[in-house]
C-alpha cells in the first residue's frame, strides 16, 4: 500500500528541476558551478583547445533550472571536424562537455535529463554524431562507446578508454580518421578600441 501512495504521490509532485536554452545571464552562474564541480584545472584539458575562443554549436547550450530558475547543471555542445572519412570528406560532428551537476543536486536525473534533451535537440538539428571525453560508465547508458574512436586522436593528451562516440545518424563515423579541430563560430572579444 505504501508503494502504490508513494508511487501516486511521486506522479502528481511537481518537478524540482526544468532543462532550458542557457542565455547570456546564465554565464557567471554557469563558470561558478563548473569551477565549484570540476576545479580550477578543467581549463587545461585538451577538449578545452577545443572550446577555447568558439561558440557553442546553435541551439546546443543548454541548462538545467532549479524551481527558483537558478542553474543547477550545465551542458553544451561544439562544432568540430572528426578528421576525414575513406573517401577523403571531412566529417562534421560535435564534442559534448562539460555535463556538470552541482553536487547538491546528484543523483536525481539532473545529468540523464540534459543529455538527452541535448542529444535529442542535436538529432533534430540534422548532426551526425556527437564525441566527448568522458567516464564510460557514466556515458554508456545514453549509447557512448569507444569503438567509433579508435582512429581518431584529440588535439593533446587524452585517455583513449574515456574518448567516446554516439552516432545519430548510423554509420556516420565509419571509418573516420585523423584529430579532432573546431570548426564552431568564434567568439568576437570586444574591441580594445575607444571609439573616436
Ligand atoms: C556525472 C554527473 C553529470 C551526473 O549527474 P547526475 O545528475 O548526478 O546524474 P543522474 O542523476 O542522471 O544519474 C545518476 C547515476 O549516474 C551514476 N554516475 C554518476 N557519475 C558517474 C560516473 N562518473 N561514472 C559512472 N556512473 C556515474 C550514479 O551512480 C547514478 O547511478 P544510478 O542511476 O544507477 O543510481 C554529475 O555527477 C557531475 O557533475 N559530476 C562531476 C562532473 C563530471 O564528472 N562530469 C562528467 C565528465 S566525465
Redesign the pocket.
Known amino acids: 500500500m505504501a508503494a502504490v501512495l508513494n508511487a501516486v504521490r511521486a506522479f502528481f509532485a511537481q518537478p524540482t528541476f526544468k532543462i532550458d536554452a542557457e542565455n547570456a545571464a546564465d554565464v557567471v552562474a554557469r563558470e561558478t558551478l563548473l569551477d565549484r564541480?570540476?576545479g580550477a584545472d578543467r581549463t587545461k584539458k585538451s577538449s578545452e583547445k577545443i572550446r577555447r575562443g568558439r561558440i557553442p554549436a546553435e541551439g546546443l547550450a543548454l541548462v538545467a533550472r532549479d524551481r527558483k530558475g537558478h542553474v543547477i547543471?550545465t551542458v553544451r555542445l561544439w562544432n568540430i571536424e572528426a578528421g576525414v572519412n575513406a573517401e577523403g570528406h571531412i566529417v562534421d560532428a560535435l564534442l559534448l562537455?562539460?555535463?556538470?551537476?552541482d553536487?547538491a543536486?546528484?543523483?536525481?536525473?539532473?545529468?540523464?535529463?540534459?543529455?538527452r534533451a541535448a542529444l535529442m535537440e542535436a538529432k533534430n538539428r540534422g548532426h551526425g554524431a556527437v564525441l566527448l571525453?568522458?567516464?564510460a560508465?557514466?556515458?554508456e547508458?545514453f549509447g557512448f562507446f569507444a569503438t567509433k574512436t579508435a582512429h581518431l586522436v584529440m588535439p593533446g593528451p587524452f585517455a583513449r578508454d574515456?574518448f567516446l562516440a554516439l552516432e545519430l545518424v548510423p554509420g556516420w563515423l565509419d571509418g573516420a580518421a585523423g584529430m579532432i579541430t573546431a570548426s564552431g563560430r568564434r567568439l568576437t572579444q570586444p574591441s580594445m578600441r575607444k571609439a573616436a
Open positions: 564541480v570540476m547543471g562537455g562539460p555535463l556538470a551537476v553536487c543536486h546528484e543523483g536525481k536525473g539532473i545529468g540523464s535529463a540534459l543529455m571525453v568522458g567516464d560508465p557514466y556515458y547508458r574515456r
